[in-house]
């Protein structure tokens, strides 16, 4: 049995992919990766940090939350930016800023 990525959004499933931009952002791969994101209600996006390498923080994860479609025909996003820290057996996420 064969479905699209359109049908298993009608049909409420989860689809999770894990893209490695820096392996696959050739020009053959890219519609691939983009579809996925394209119709995806949430994208979480784990990078380095801009600012580069600290001992307290070791990256930033930015989630942006396309929300549903208005009445109105427009959609409410939202971008929430966190902070992560990798520990031995857990991560610890924060807002910029708020853990010393």
Known sequence: MCYDLNNLCIQ????????????????????????????ADVIIKAEPLATGLASDVHGQLTVLNKGSVCDLGGSS?????????????????????TQT
């Open 12 to 39: 409420g499933c989860s689809f999770v992919t894990l893209n490695h931009e820096d392996i696959y952002s050739s020009a053959n791969t890219l519609p691939l990766i983009l579809q996925p994101e394209y119709l």
């Open 77 to 97: 996003s939202k971008v929430c930016n966190f902070h992560f820290r990798v520990k031995e057996n857990i991560v610890d996420y924060f807002y910029p800023g």
